[in-house]
């Protein structure tokens, strides 16, 4: 922490991504985690596969800028589909974010984007949006089976921005593990999560009958306490992994024939 302080963590310093620092010892500060995820997005554009699997761009730029000294997140992302658009926000795209406890990466459908995306998930109805996120969650399952501690998430979040500078408010929040969608005789053992699909539909009614600034992501969740390899070189493979698993949804929003 003190080295990063110090401007040690400055460009040029590191150029290859060897996981993320953070852990139970060691505390998540801003300036490494910019570094980190600066390293982390210079690997994952690389990746032949996401664009292949998911038609991400990876040519294009993330964020112009990443600034600041202090804050408890850091974030970046990936166009898909060569979206029309200058503005990321108009188009679904894949987030990539260091939290202070996690990393956390999604498909993220951003309130502003275009409201023909929208309306492709409002026309699979809420059942059909449980089917995909059953979907999701086992294509997960499978490609992350070797990852400990890893959750598959949904995340709803309402916000809302006092000014165009400032941070955002948080209205609400709903995160839902979507192994609480799955079949319960596949949940086995004493600590098996206890399905409750009704978290999802909420999810789903959430989305599609907003008011208010309201984005939904669906990823995974890989805590630095609980999940080794956020601490390797292999968690480039395995946000790929997760980012490829969302494939069904990714083909949804942008209305590819599966």
């Known amino acids: 922490m003190r080295m990063a302080a110090s401007g040690y963590l400055t460009e040029g310093t590191l150029t290859e991504f060897a996981g993320v620092p953070f852990g139970p010892k060691h505390s998540y500060n801003y300036p490494e985690a910019k570094r980190a995820l ?5 690997e994952l554009r690389k990746r032949k596969d996401l664009k292949r699997e998911l038609g991400a761009d990876l040519s294009s730029r993330g964020r112009p800028a990443i600034t600041g000294q202090v804050g408890s ?4 992302f990936l166009r898909l589909d060569n ?3 200058d503005d990321f926000r108009k188009a679904p795209h894949l987030t990539a974010c260091l939290h202070q406890n996690d990393v956390w ?3 993220c459908l951003s309130n502003a984007m275009d409201s023909t995306y929208r309306a492709r998930v409002k026309a699979i109805g809420g059942e059909g949006f449980l089917e995909l996120t059953r979907e999701v969650a086992l294509l997960m399952e499978k490609s992350l089976a070797k990852v400990e501690g890893y ?3 949904i995340q709803l979040l309402q916000r809302r921005y006092p000014t165009q500078r400032s941070a955002p408010i948080v209205d609400g929040r709903l995160e839902v593990d979507l ?3 799955l079949d319960p005789l596949k949940r086995r053992g004493r600590k098996a999560i206890h399905v409750q699909p009704i978290w999802v539909a909420t999810a789903y009614d959430l989305f599609v009958q907003r008011r208010g600034n309201v984005q939904l992501g669906i ?3 890989f805590p630095y306490a609980r999940c080794p390899a956020t601490q390797t ?5 395995h946000v790929a992994a997760a980012w490829i698993a969302c494939k069904p949804a990714v083909d949804l929003v942008f209305g590819r024939t599966r």
């Open 83 to 85: 979206s029309p658009t």
């Open 219 to 221: 990823g995974v969740a």
């Open 233 to 237: 070189p292999e968690l480039v493979d």
């Open 151 to 153: 959750q598959p998430w």
């Open 73 to 76: 997140y850091v974030w970046d």
């Open 105 to 107: 990466v999604m498909l």
């Open 38 to 42: 600066a390293l982390l997005m210079q």
């Open 179 to 181: 192994r609480t969608s």
